[in-house]
């Protein structure tokens, strides 16, 4: 496994127009190719894996170690899809702010648009828990506002999306991949990219949490009424201070109405108490809390985040982008795709022999 940690700054501004016009052009190229050679799965898997996905923004000419980063290639590949979904088995939904929020109507757009092995409806759901888990039952101190969601006609699927650290400034980007993801509340992701482990962080989907997530889960069929007094119980308590779970921003009486959900359809496991409606991350640390306190049930406070990168673009380090051969690039890939289809492969071949004497410093 490969351990270490990224540091993603927050960097103001945005991508030239001059660049994102070429990183939307290469991406074109590179997702023809990967799907011509591999099919529009690899281009999932690929974009699951951080180190790839960072090389490839990094190929694009942006900053290695800007949280843009995330955003500006995803919103490369988006653009660089669009109009050849068809062509290319590939759809892309969600983006950053308010495109994230229009993730499900794109994904049911596409479904009714194009003949999608599943029903819209479970990709939506996938969608959507997936963001639950990374704001809700992931409690890192990141706030979600990036969410890209990648599927392919056979409805494999992969997302991408990344958190802001308020207080530091920082960015956490998190990976996600279908074919990986066995239970979406034990051990899903594919990979939690961060500039740092967190020594307090709520994480009810590792696989120490699973007492935790029962008896949430035992606890949520209970009256809304007895679950704030015990909170108020809590509350009364004189805590120690390595505590996980914080207590102050939880508001017993307003956490009611949200537990009258939970009990007047009482979830059969974890993962459908995740997806109720309004369930969010003070009910599920109140949950929690209860948990611990009357069950023992004590939460995970591993961070999940391990994985490191380094490469350069945009803002000149190691050295501005050279858009004349950046254009060559391009081009190059476009003939060797095109060519391709008219099984003339030399060009294809070539770039196979360039990453493997790349792969093995030769």
């Known amino acids: 496994m490969r351990t270490g940690t990224a540091h993603l700054p927050l960097h103001g501004g945005k991508a030239p127009s001059w660049l994102f ?14 799907v011509e050679e591999f099919g529009p799965g690899e281009v999932l898997s690929r974009v699951s894996d951080p180190f790839w996905f960072q090389a490839l923004g990094c190929v694009l000419g942006f900053d290695w170690h800007s949280s843009g980063l995330t955003t500006t290639t995803t919103g490369a590949l988006k653009e660089a899809v669009k109009g050849r979904e068809a062509d290319l088995g590939l759809f892309v939904a969600g983006g950053k702010g308010a495109a994230s929020r ?16 599943v029903p819209g409806d479970r990709l939506v759901y996938a969608s959507k828990l997936c963001a639950k888990v990374d704001s809700t039952a992931v409690q890192d101190g990141y706030q979600l506002y990036h969410h890209a969601f990648f599927f392919t006609q056979s409805g494999d699927w992969a997302v991408v999306q990344q958190g802001m650290n308020d207080v530091t400034k920082y960015a956490r980007r998190y990976h996600w991949l279908s074919t990986g993801v066995e239970d979406f509340v034990n051990e899903p992701h594919a990979a939690i990219c961060s500039e740092r482990r967190g020594q307090l962080v709520l994480n009810l989907v590792a696989s120490e949490s699973d007492p935790a997530r029962r008896a949430s889960t035992l606890l949520a069929a209970e009256p809304p009424d007895k679950l704030a007094r015990e909170l108020r119980k809590a509350q009364e308590l004189d805590l120690p201070s390595r505590h996980h779970i914080v207590t102050a921003d939880i508001r017993p009486e307003s956490l009611e109405r949200t537990l009258a959900k939970a009990y007047e359809h009482p979830p059969e496991n974890f993962e459908s108490l995740l997806a109720t409606p309004g369930v969010g991350p003070k009910t599920i ?7 611990d306190l009357v069950y ?4 995970s406070v591993r961070d999940p985040a391990a994985y490191s990168f380094a490469h350069g673009g945009k803002d000149g380090i190691p050295y501005p982008v050279d858009r004349p051969t950046y254009d060559r ?21 070539a ?8 792969g093995t410093g030769a």
């Open 351 to 358: 770039l196979k022999r360039l990453a493997r004497h790349a």
């Open 296 to 299: 023992g049930a004590k939460a």
């Open 285 to 291: 640390r109140a949950l929690a809390l209860i948990a």
């Open 102 to 117: 229009k993730t499900p109507g794109e994904i049911v757009a596409h479904g009714e648009r194009h003949s999608i092995a």
């Open 21 to 34: 016009r070429r990183m939307v052009s290469l991406s074109r190229e590179i997702l023809r190719v990967m």
């Open 329 to 349: 690039s391009i081009d190059i890939l476009r003939t060797a795709v095109d060519k391709a289809k008219l099984d003339d492969r030399d060009k294809l071949s």
